[in-house]
């Protein structure tokens, strides 16, 4: 069963430096997601992506933020200059279609800036 | 936006038992709810889903089950067996493609 990946699966770096998290979604799946969970926290939604372009984002989703496809396969998320508070679990998800379609979850990210 | 909550937050049952998890949401217009169990270190897994215009929906020993009136929707695990411990997330879809998770609850079964 095909199934989301990210990489790294762990990340740690140190504050004010950029990181690029990647994921790999379902072949056939066109709307893209990034959601991070803070430890011991809800799951919160960043952004949505489709058409090689950001569909929704949340108020967390601020400048330091940004989202690419910069091929047929991989989305990227990048961090420009990390803060403490970004270290988190990041997931990446994807969906044949938006609104009521399942969305499949990648196994995360965790990144620890220090 | 969205504002999902989910009660209790931890819940503890005999092997066999049946386990009920509640959530509220707030968007009156969400149209989708599924259910996701994470084990430790691994990915959520969407476990059952219901969409608005359904009350109730069964896979074998997993059911949920929406009250669109009250806002609330909840899981029901029967028979539960140890491989059922786990976090629990539920969530809501709105907006255009976007899920409120609510914070999780833990599932402990007693062998």
């Known amino acids: 069963e095909p199934e989301v990946t990210q990489t790294p699966s762990h990340q740690v770096t140190q504050m004010g430096q950029e990181v690029i998290l990647r994921c790999v979604p379902i072949?056939?799946?066109?709307?893209f997601y990034w959601y991070r969970q803070i430890l011991g926290q809800k799951v919160e939604f960043l952004v949505s992506?489709?058409?090689?372009?950001?569909?929704?984002k949340s108020e967390i989703f601020d400048d330091q933020f940004s989202v690419e496809r910069p091929d047929g396969s991989n989305f990227t998320l990048k961090i420009r200059s990390t803060k403490l508070e970004d270290s988190a679990m990041y997931f990446c998800a994807s969906s044949e279609i938006p609104s009521t379609d399942t969305q499949y979850f990648g196994p995360g990210t965790r990144l620890t800036v220090l | 936006g969205e504002n999902v909550e989910q009660h209790p937050s931890t819940l503890s049952v005999q092997e066999g038992d049946s386990a009920v998890i509640k959530c509220t949401y707030s968007?009156?217009?969400?149209?989708?709810f599924p259910w996701y169990k994470q084990e430790l270190g691994k990915r959520p897994q969407l476990i059952i889903d219901i969409r608005s215009n359904v009350g109730e929906k069964k896979d074998q020993r997993i059911a949920v089950t929406l009250n669109k009136t009250a806002k609330h929707f909840s899981l029901h695990i029967t028979e539960t067996q140890p491989e059922d411990s786990a976090v629990y997330f539920c969530?809501?879809?709105?907006?255009?493609?976007?899920?409120?998770f609510g914070k999780g609850n833990q599932v402990v079964v007693i062998p």
């Open positions: 072949s056939n799946h066109l709307y």
């Open positions: 968007d009156s217009a969400s149209n989708y």
């Open positions: 992506f489709y058409n090689n372009e950001i569909s929704e």
């Open positions: 969530a809501a879809g709105y907006g255009n493609n976007r899920l409120a």
